[in-house]
Nanobody, 122 residues
Framework: QVQLVESGGGSVQAGGSLRLSCAAFGYTYSIDCMGWFRQAPGTEREGVATVNSDGSTSYADSVKGRFTISQDNAKSTLYLQMNTLKAEDTAMYYC????????????????WGQGTQVTVSS
């Protein structure tokens, strides 16, 4: 079992920055992929950024150049640095983990955090 706990969400004005964190507990040694997803009211959960165990990363087109995903050396904490935030980035952000290489679809992830709200005002 793996537990994921997000933190760092909040309210910010457009153009501002936030840094999300996701602490992973449990059998994390078997995790091959971790990622961030987000879901706004009335929409499907969408992938934001992922990182494989080899360090390779992937980003949604909408956040490329603005968001950066990273992990600490122990791979026990996942981060999402979000810069130049826009109103359309407003959503609940979720951390997710998978026992295989990263995929785009939320349904293919094994573990989820409880989410942290990000609100960007224009």
């Amino acid at each position: 079992q793996v537990q994921l706990v997000e933190s760092g969400g909040g309210s910010v004005q457009a153009g501002g920055s936030l840094r999300l964190s996701c602490a992973a507990f449990g059998y994390t040694y078997s995790i091959d992929c971790m990622g961030w997803f987000r879901q706004a009211p009335g929409t499907e959960r969408e992938g934001v950024a992922t990182v494989n165990s080899d360090g390779s990363t992937s980003y949604a087109d909408s956040v490329k150049g603005r968001f950066t995903i990273s992990q600490d050396n122990a791979k026990s904490t996942l981060y999402l640095q979000m810069n130049t935030l826009k109103a359309e980035d407003t959503a609940m952000y979720y951390c997710a983990a998978r026992y295989a290489a990263c995929r785009s679809w939320a349904d293919e992830y094994n573990y989820w955090g409880q989410g942290t709200q990000v609100t960007v005002s224009s």
